[in-house]
């Protein structure tokens, strides 16, 4: 019993920070964009406990699976003052790309800290540092030239039970700093409903000077969450199996 709770304050520990380093990056630029954040939330479903503090509602919610930032102006275009929809596209582009980036930043600062402490030299952790992210990428690359196939990936499932298995701070860290980065290159995929997908519609806006009509983005993001939800199932399966084997 004991066992179990301590694996699970470790998933729940290690999915919040990353999550709130994500939601943060997303926030802490908006903010400096002086584009109006309405709430910055942590987990799913009902609040167990909320704030508003200024224009922005802190909440910590009951699922800890995710997390949003809800901007002015985002879902539906507003003329309000600081909306999302009136910033420059280079700014939307900036505040969309800021979770992603924020989570491959802090996984690669952790790698270093820890290659840094196990080599003892700022340069081969450094290096280290560089390989790591290598193979990270040419892992996405395998991914999309057929080398690994959907049934290679691991969901949400497979990674609770790599991290519940964990032994000492250094190989938590350690598998902190590959979800950190692998989170940050996924979001980044174009893909639609995930952060990449939302900066090539962007990008489409910036080519063709007038926003993709409502109708489409709609219809990309079902297309997208579609998609997602249907490759979660399928790797979620995969992770139960390997799991009982």
Known sequence: MISFFLSAIKIIFLLGVLIFIHEGGHFLVAKLCKVKVNQ???GFGPEIISKKKGETKYALRAFPLGGFVSMEGEEEASEEEGAFNKASILKRI?????GATVNILFGLLIYFILAAIISGNIESAGKATIGFTGALVDSVKMLFTGQVGADDLTGPVGISSLVSKTSGIKEYLYIMSIISVSLGITNLLPI???DGGKIVLLLIEAIIRKPISDKIQIQLQLLGFSLIIGL????????IIRIFK
């Open 40 to 42: 910055f939330a942590i």
């Open 94 to 98: 900036l505040i969309v790309a800021a």
């Open 192 to 194: 639609p409903a995930l």
């Open 232 to 239: 979660s199932i399928f790797v979620t399966y995969n992770d």
